[in-house]
């Protein structure tokens, strides 16, 4: 596989110098196509071996290119506030905007070798790492991101030479870290963990050029080259930005009639006031214990309520919220994206607040907006919505394996229910604004919104994160069933009882 | 000036719970009428004696109130994202947008109050850290922020008493900490610090409440009632948003006519095609081995860069930035705001965009925008404009401070210059969509952003931050200037040579 890399292929000085003005000029023309059409995003991952140029290249990218619209990001040591969230965090806070052009250097490729070779990651591990690593670059490319992929690899007697040329040097020394003889001295057992991810992570949107990283010119006219005929033929084929993506098989739909989840419930479900009163106070204590227990071992929560319009979900949160420490918790509200927002893929923005460890998210609507609202109303198109179920199970196993406690509500009630609600929040000063006209024309698609319901609760209910159907006709039931089930998600998922 | 908090001021379970139902109601309405119409935010700062009951109180208003649009904030250690900045950096990363309301417990008092008492700073310190914490306030009320400030006390018997209960009971326990009986033991020293501290941060933009934090209705009701009149009547008072501040008054400007630091300039300062090479080579050379060197001191570095249009600020910056490593540093465009920006201070997406320790901004464009196109363009108000000369001063200090190197450049270019430039680029493929019809409309306006200028230098030229102005009719001679006046700064403010 490396084979292509290691046969010396080089440029002259006279066909670089000959090339380079005309290529300067025709990516910064290229670039401004792209930023001022902002049409996608373009992610350069930069990889491969030690001492193979991947710095220096990058380097001539930001002196042939504008910088303004350009940014390379390293990823060194997580700071405190990445390693307290699931890895790929520190990737998705810097995904460019639409119109940008952002270079990863290592990036996720590197913590995985790195693994590897460390022997902390077995093969099956590695086998599952590169699958999450494929999900990830999917999901991006769906978006209409441009993803490309550089792999620098040189000879190991040409890598052991550089480094010692490096080392010699005073003014290069620093490029040298005890990082790197460790990889020289293993670089026979990390060839094949290198073949072999380059291999399984080769997708056909975001497939791999493996660059000879001998000589300077040519590595540094092959990679620049290869960006600039990306993007033109990006921004030719697709100038309107919208990428024909391939719509994943799904399991059939819930069918629209016969009995469902939903239709299943029993909605009659009700308890007294003063039981209400007395088991309010009961799980209340119950999780304010649990959520001490958690801050201390530092599990972070994040919680997900749906429903339509007026299923008391803003209540349910309030009786959850009462028994947490406000200094720990941010309820999000999930409303129209702002522009930054828009500008990103739409899992940016819930990505961006995640809680640190120990810490609560409360998320009033969710992520579930692309395969309710957006599907409904049309805003997402039928390829996004549909492959958002698959983005969706991704990134919540994501949370999952990270250790945050996620919990998935959907708080049911009928249109007779809803009906009430609406014209007692007309009567109530302080509800009133929570009426809209909107609610009402929602109302009138009450039959596509539960067929959305239905697929979504179908494709999306897992085993590390089940959705909990919450009979919601009767206010004081759902906040009991919320508040029992949030303590029991948390009690099983704290590790080492009290 | 504590004693008010001391007559032992109680309200009885009856009069509280007749008032708390409709308090809420009104705390609901006056938020919602705030988020709606998001016309300034709100932060209300909750400092005092441990034990007094802030989170109980804080607790309490999430309850009664939509948390949706509520958010508190604690400071505990910073993590090293925020240690690595300016001690000002975690708040203004936090602050609330417009139509939000945060509550920030003990915030920027806490570190100061725990600083003196540790003997960790000397009176001369605590007094200059008290004009910062004003000037700061005065920053954000300036801004429209409705600062409200709510000191809670208790006695020292009641806070033993109370300490002594929590520890005790197994589930108040995690409640107290060493610091807080490090505090107790140190009540008569603390006392004397807090009332200096009241008394020289009691502005007339952001007066102190000082609240007995004894008796629990009685913090309750008080601090929620005087939220929901300070609402209330902020929003009477101000319905556009626009809220008339003092307009500070500053030595006079530049008259604009006689000799000015502007009109002294030689630009007909040149240097060949041959020399510019030569010194480039060396310059850069130069900054490259600086910036090393303060990458391994953790210093980090802010380049500021404002010029008229086509005056070569985009040459000078990529000159300056192939020297550095492109791992290491960002280049940030200042144009339009986006909605994020817009709905806070003008000086937050400045801030968000401070670099790490060791690594670089360059702002294309900066902070000064608010002095000059905002200024000549009217899209700031005078009194806006006029105290940002103050704000700037004040944010570059913070950054002086804190050790980061801050470089600021004048490119100048006469009004010739400009149009021959104008028409060069015009022939240039690469270059034709840097020229608008806006630069040329900004054209005729040359004398207005002239003396924009003269004021700005003249208003924002200090010791520690000084301006570079550069002559800039020729390329070469400004670009050599820029990087060595970058080294030259650098190599003073880089602490212990190689």
């Known amino acids: 596989m490396l084979c ?3 046969v010396g292929q080089k440029i002259d000085k006279k066909t670089y110098n000959e090339r380079v003005p005309d290529l300067r000029t025709e990516l910064l023309l290229a670039q401004n196509q792209l930023h001022v059409s902002a049409d ?3 992610i350069a991952v930069v990889a491969g071996s030690d001492a193979a140029g991947k710095g220096q290249t990058v380097n001539r990218l930001h002196q042939w290119m504008d910088t303004r619209f350009l940014q390379t990001h390293a990823f060194d040591q997580p700071s405190d506030e990445e390693s307290e969230r699931p ?3 520190r990737y998705w806070r810097v995904l460019p905007a639409k119109g940008l052009i952002s270079i990863f250097l290592n990036s996720w490729y590197s913590e995985v070798i790195r693994a590897m070779l460390a022997g902390e990651m077995s093969e099956a591990d590695f086998a599952r790492a590169l699958v999450h690593l494929n999900t990830f670059e999917q999901k991006l490319t769906d978006d209409g991101t441009l993803l490309l992929k550089y792999w620098f690899h040189i000879p190991k007697k040409v890598q052991k030479k550089r480094l010692k040329n490096y080392a010699s040097d005073p003014d290069q020394a620093w490029r040298v870290t005890e990082q790197d003889w460790w990889n020289l001295r293993h670089y026979d057992r990390l060839r094949p963990i290198c073949e072999r991810l380059l291999k399984d992570t080769n997708s056909s949107q ?3 050029l493996v660059i000879d990283g001998t000589d300077r010119r040519y590595r540094e006219l092959t990679v620049s080259e290869h960006l600039l005929q990306s993007l033109r033929s990006r921004m030719q084929s697709a100038p309107t930005g919208t990428v024909p993506s391939p719509v994943p098989v799904h399991a059939a739909e819930a069918a629209p009639d016969g009995p469902t989840v939903l239709s299943e419930l029993d909605l009659d479900q009700q308890i007294s006031r003063s039981r209400y009163r007395r088991h309010l106070v009961k799980w209340q204590a119950r999780l304010n214990e649990l959520s001490r227990r958690a801050q201390k071992k530092r599990v972070a929560t994040v ?16 009786r959850v919220t009462t028994a947490l420490d406000a200094r720990r918790y941010e309820v999000i509200p999930i409303a129209a994206p702002n522009d930054e927002e828009r500008a990103r893929h739409y899992l940016w923005r819930f990505w961006r607040r995640l809680p640190r460890a120990g810490d609560w998210t409360v998320f009033d609507r969710s992520w579930y907006g692309r395969v309710l609202v957006e599907r409904v109303e049309q805003f997402a198109t039928e390829p996004q919505w549909r492959r958002a179920y698959q983005e969706i199970r991704d990134f919540e196993e994501l949370l999952c ?11 049911h009630i009928d249109p007779d229910e809803q009906a009430k609600r609406f014209a007692e929040r007309e009567q109530v000063p302080y509800k009133q604004y929570k009426i809209t006209e909107e609610d009402y024309r929602n109302r009138s698609k009450w039959p596509q919104y539960e067929a959305a319901v239905q697929d979504m609760i179908q494709q999306t209910c ?12 009767d206010k004081y039931f759902a906040r009991i069933k919320v508040l029992r089930t949030i303590c029991e998600q948390l009690h099983d998922a704290i590790p080492g009882k009290k």
């Open 4 to 6: 292509a890399g290691e």
């Open 40 to 42: 996608f995003s373009v």
């Open 87 to 89: 890895l790929a965090w």
């Open 206 to 208: 975001a497939p791999w």
């Open 303 to 318: 919680l997900v309520f749906e429903g339509a319009d007026a299923a008391g979900k803003g209540g349910a949160i309030r």
């Open 401 to 411: 394996e990270h250790g945050i406690v996620l919990v998935k509500f959907w708080l």
């Open 462 to 473: 897992l085993p590390h994160a089940p959705w909990t159907l919450v009979e919601a006709n």
